[in-house]
């Protein structure tokens, strides 16, 4: 019998406490900032040094970059660690950019890879998305990106299989592990668990990632203006180099940026299988905007008066989005899925999403699924004891905000 411990309430969201363990790290990052800019012109020479590639492809991405960098310099507040975390964090970007071109110049038959009826999760954190797409991904008959692969998609020549990748992302989860102990609680990453491909977005410099990470409303206000027709496709080609790689013929999906996104989504993967999920809004915003806050203190000090608000907004985005479009995905081809009902009634709701996606729901399956929920027993890490005090947030308000959403598909 497991015994779980007791959950928690964080006392330190905006003053933030690290663990002595975390000292030596943090200051080592601090010190390899000394000498970094977070200006495109060394990113783009770093990743082209440890390459040896230098053809980019589309080079519409150095726009958003530009911008970015700008953002991250004057807006996000980074401390020497962050400063450290993100420039590594964009030359690994780089880099994969740099691999996937070059791997489609070589095989060019990759653009001709079938992306087959995917089965794509929508919806905001905290709605069982997680949960959803890691049992999805225990379905032998689907294919997934562990988190490995989200973030190194395509090897380094020489490397000989995924063992080097794994290993670099253990290393960089044994970091996270060490800086933010309590970060499990609410949302537990493992070398093999089930990853957004909003990792693969980031590719190509766009999407929701940068601004889940760090404080940059100006390069979020330029993604939010101009339409992601160009990004998805490069998604879609990262999924098909993956797909040529590695294999699979069926791919589970999952990205909470979908909500506002739904008519380029569909354009995309038009005979996609989309399963948007839904929950009290209340109940979502304070545990997000909760993780959120305690995520952020990996590259700056959180100010919550500036991150509550602007979240609060964005989420606003994403939920009027979901309202707005919802439509455009068809009838046959998607499905709603309420959280309470979820976790009522969880074989229920699983056979229902296989059937709506013409997915066989067999022993074998369930059997998989039941292996991963007995491997990976939920909650085993403890508990958050969400307050929206504790952020500034007042329920009713929130819940006031949100009403168009609530009442089409939450009362």
């Not at 079938?114 to 959803?132: E, K, Y």
């Amino acid at each position: 019998m497991i015994t779980r411990p007791a959950p928690i309430r964080f006392s330190d969201l905006a003053d933030p406490t690290f663990p002595e363990a975390a000292a030596p790290i943090r200051d080592g990052l601090a010190a390899y900032a000394s000498a970094l800019e977070l200006r495109p012109e060394p990113m783009l020479a770093a990743a082209v040094e440890r390459t040896g590639l230098d053809d980019w492809g589309a080079t519409d991405f150095r726009e958003r970059l530009e911008i970015l960098c700008t953002s991250l310099r004057d807006e996000a507040g980074l401390s020497d660690t962050g400063k450290a975390i993100v420039f590594e964090q964009l030359v690994g970007n780089l880099v994969n950019r740099l691999r996937l071109q070059a791997l489609v110049t070589a095989h060019p038959e990759i653009d001709d890879v079938v992306i087959d009826r995917p089965i794509v999760i929508c919806g905001l954190p905290r709605t069982g998305t997680t949960h959803l797409h890691n049992l999805l991904a225990a379905d032998p008959a689907l294919r997934h990106m562990p988190y490995w692969e989200s973030l190194e998609p395509f090897p380094a020549p020489g490397e000989d299989g995924p063992g080097p990748r794994r290993d670099r992302c253990a290393a960089g989860l044994d970091l996270i592990h060490t800086t933010m102990p309590e970060f499990r609680r609410m949302h537990d990453m493992t070398v093999e668990h089930a990853h957004e491909e909003i990792q693969l977005l980031a590719n190509d410099i766009s999407g929701m990632l940068f601004e889940t990470t760090y404080y940059v409303p100006t390069f979020a206000a330029h993604y939010k203006a101009h339409d992601q027709a160009s990004s998805y496709a490069y998604l879609k080609r990262s999924l098909q180099a993956m797909q040529w790689l590695r294999g699979g013929t069926r791919w589970v999906l999952k990205s909470p940026q979908h909500l506002e996104q739904f008519p380029t989504l569909r354009a995309t993967f038009p005979d996609a299988t989309f399963v948007v999920t839904h929950r009290d809004p209340v109940e979502v915003t304070k545990s997000m905007l909760t993780m959120i806050c305690y995520a952020a203190r990996m590259s700056s000090r959180p100010d919550l008066s500036v991150l509550v608000p602007y979240w609060l907004g964005r989420i606003a985005d994403l939920l009027d989005g979901c309202v707005r479009d919802r439509d455009v995905l068809p009838a046959e081809q998607s499905i709603d899925v309420r959280f309470e009902d979820f976790m009522a009634d969880e074989q229920g709701t699983l056979r229902a999403i296989y059937e709506r996606a013409g997915q066989p729901f067999g022993a074998d399956v369930q059997a998989a699924m039941g292996q991963f929920l007995a491997e990976h027993p939920r909650g085993q890490y403890g508990g958050v004891l969400y307050d929206p005090a504790d952020l500034g947030l007042d329920p009713a308000t929130v819940s006031e905000r949100f009403q168009s959403y609530r009442e089409r598909f939450v009362d």
